[in-house]
């Protein structure tokens, strides 16, 4: 697919980049090599490929769901300017 110069510009205006005019011819081409490697890649026959979701068949690691620390929600709210009932008061900024 070839774009012309208008295209880059439309492109531009609807991505609200602004492109120098001496640089659209650059961006035309730099785009039309683009498009037409994913054009050759959608070409390609992969009906007898199995889709996988990685290459080397790695897999997320999980670990056990339990609570690895201990509570220490006293120990940093001493610091808290005010506290009740374990939460933080920060004073009111909404009227």
């Known amino acids: 697919m070839t774009l012309k110069s208008s295209d880059v510009e439309r492109i531009a205006y609807l991505a609200r980049l602004e492109i120098n005019t001496k640089d659209i011819p650059a961006y035309t081409e730099n785009l039309s090599h683009?498009?037409?490697?994913?054009?050759?890649?959608?070409?390609?026959?992969?009906s007898g490929i199995t889709?996988?979701?990685?290459?080397?068949?790695?897999?997320?690691?999980?670990?056990?769901?339990?609570?690895t620390e201990i509570d220490?929600?006293?120990?940093?709210?001493?610091?808290?300017?005010?506290?009740?009932?374990?939460?933080?008061?920060?004073?009111k900024v909404i009227e």
């Open 34 to 46: 683009i498009l037409e490697f994913v054009a050759q890649i959608d070409r390609v026959d992969v």
């Open 51 to 67: 889709p996988i979701s990685h290459p080397l068949g790695a897999y997320q690691r999980l670990r056990p769901d339990e609570v």
């Open 72 to 91: 220490r929600r006293e120990d940093f709210q001493v610091n808290a300017p005010s506290v009740e009932a374990g939460v933080y008061l920060v004073p």
